[in-house]
């Protein structure tokens, strides 16, 4: 599992290297069968909008309870390997209290592509040696641990001001160890959010997607979606449960401002979050400046900064002070908010080349 062995057969570069995960609570997904509860049934019928959206593995959580042997799991397996797209599992493996080869295998088995692992330590490689026989899946791990990909949270736990942001990417991408797999998902808990509130939401998204390294996203995310709960995911429609079921039920618990948080509001609108999401990592995935495995930095005004992807002509900038500042040279290829010319308003990001 060693990320030399990993490499090995995939040319310099494999598929996760700078992959786009994107972890589905399945139960808060989408709802197949109409029970109520999201299942394997409704995320095959949603892969089309994670298709659109251009993300490289799908990570399952809330697996518990899930047989891979199961025709559902061979379904959606089939039918995302089919579009391109990765399934992983995202579980809670402990080497220190069981052997991690029961939990791992069966999964193994019947074909997923990885897992995205709860933070336990690994000294041992434990986990290493549970998928000797497997060099091809690939594992998100956090913590002490051979992984191919180190879960972080430093960009969220940073908040919105540039030199927190600057020490966490810097002490991140200094760190020995694996690659890095950049999170950023709030964990505020409030049900409502509000245009001004989106502000640091997509600003950061431009960050976090412009670092070397994969990125973990939650469903939701790219709707600006508020929290961290397994919130259900507001498909279409006008009223609550907005498409993710067809199940006659209480559906209060889903506020029901989320009209305009809908995939299909967003999706119509260029101005959206979404549409931000969408444009993000398209050009994450097809522009050439978009290598390169460090970061230089540039003099900036406080409350802000700016770097460059080593090697290349991309340069990320992002403005967390009350004030426009000046945009680096370069052209703007997309931003978080409108920019001015040569300038970089607050609360803004942008990609130049």
Same mark, same amino acid.
């Given at each position: 599992?060693?990320? =030399?062995? &990993?490499?090995?057969?995939?040319?310099? %570069?494999?598929?996760?290297?700078?992959?786009?995960?994107?972890?589905?609570?399945?139960?808060?997904? &989408?709802?197949?069968?109409?029970?109520?509860?999201?299942?394997?049934?409704?995320?095959? !019928?949603?892969?089309?909008?994670?298709? +659109?959206?251009?993300?490289?593995?799908?990570?399952?959580?809330?697996?518990?309870?899930?047989?891979?042997?199961?025709?559902? $799991?061979?379904?959606? +397996? !089939?039918?995302?390997?089919?579009?391109?797209? %990765?399934?992983?599992?995202?579980?809670?493996?402990?080497?220190?209290?069981?052997?991690?080869?029961?939990?791992?295998?069966?999964?193994?088995?019947?074909? #997923?592509?990885?897992?995205?692992?709860?933070? /336990?330590?690994?000294?041992?490689?434990?986990?290493?040696? =549970?998928? &000797?026989?497997?060099?091809?899946?690939?594992?998100?791990?956090?913590?002490?641990?051979?992984?191919?990909?180190?879960?972080?949270?430093? +960009?969220?736990? =940073?908040?919105?001001? =540039?030199?927190?942001?600057?020490?966490?990417?810097?002490?991140?991408?200094?760190?020995?160890?694996? %690659?890095?797999?950049?999170?950023?998902?709030?964990?505020?808990? *409030?049900?409502?959010?509000?245009?001004? #509130?989106?502000? @640091?939401?997509?600003?950061?998204?431009?960050?976090?997607?412009?670092?070397?390294?994969?990125?973990?996203?939650?469903?939701?995310?790219?709707?600006?979606?508020?929290?961290?709960?397994?919130?259900?995911?507001?498909? *279409?429609?006008? /009223?609550?449960? $907005?498409? $993710?079921?067809?199940?006659?039920?209480?559906?209060?618990?889903?506020?029901?401002?989320?009209?305009?948080?809908?995939?299909?509001?967003?999706?119509?609108?260029?101005?959206?979050?979404?549409?931000?999401?969408?444009?993000? +990592?398209?050009?994450?995935?097809?522009?050439?400046? $978009?290598?390169?495995?460090?970061?230089?930095?540039?003099? #900036?005004?406080?409350?802000?900064?700016?770097?460059?992807?080593?090697?290349?002509?991309?340069?990320?900038?992002?403005?967390?002070?009350?004030?426009?500042?000046?945009?680096?040279?370069?052209?703007?290829?997309?931003?978080?908010? @409108?920019?001015?010319?040569? *300038?970089?308003?607050?609360?803004?990001? #942008?990609?130049?080349?």
């Amino acid at each position: 599992m060693r990320r =030399a062995d &990993a490499l090995a057969g995939h040319g310099e %570069r494999p598929w996760w290297w700078d992959a786009v995960c994107y972890q589905v609570d399945v139960g808060s997904f &989408a709802d197949g069968d109409g029970d109520g509860i999201g299942d394997l049934a409704g995320l095959t !019928g949603r892969l089309g909008y994670l298709e +659109l959206l251009g993300v490289d593995a799908v990570v399952l959580a809330g697996a518990a309870g899930l047989d891979p042997a199961a025709g559902p $799991f061979a379904e959606l +397996l !089939g039918m995302a390997h089919d579009s391109g797209m %990765r399934v992983m599992l995202s579980l809670d493996v402990d080497p220190a209290r069981s052997d991690p080869a029961s939990v791992l295998w069966p999964w193994l088995e019947h074909g #997923a592509d990885g897992f995205h692992l709860a933070p /336990r330590p690994d000294p041992a490689d434990a986990i290493g040696a =549970a998928l &000797a026989g497997h060099p091809d899946r690939v594992v998100i791990g956090s913590g002490p641990g051979d992984w191919h990909l180190s879960f972080n949270l430093d +960009l969220a736990v =940073a908040g919105f001001d =540039a030199d927190r942001v600057r020490k966490a990417i810097t002490d991140v991408l200094a760190a020995p160890g694996p %690659r890095p797999a950049w999170a950023m998902a709030s964990r505020d808990t *409030e049900q409502s959010r509000d245009d001004a #509130a989106l502000t @640091p939401v997509r600003a950061m998204a431009l960050v976090q997607l412009a670092l070397p390294g994969a990125v973990c996203l939650r469903h939701g995310e790219e709707l600006g979606l508020p929290g961290t709960q397994r919130v259900r995911m507001p498909w *279409e429609g006008d /009223r609550p449960p $907005f498409g $993710f079921s067809a199940a006659d039920a209480d559906w209060s618990s889903i506020p029901a401002d989320w009209v305009s948080f809908t995939a299909e509001a967003q999706l119509e609108d260029e101005a959206s979050t979404l549409s931000l999401y969408r444009h993000a +990592l398209e050009t994450r995935g097809t522009h050439p400046a $978009f290598t390169g495995d460090e970061v230089e930095w540039f003099g #900036a005004p406080p409350g802000c900064f700016a770097f460059r992807r080593a090697g290349t002509t991309l340069i990320c900038a992002l403005n967390t002070s009350p004030e426009p500042v000046p945009l680096p040279p370069g052209e703007v290829v997309l931003s978080s908010r @409108p920019v001015g010319p040569g *300038e970089l308003p607050p609360g803004t990001a #942008a990609w130049l080349v």
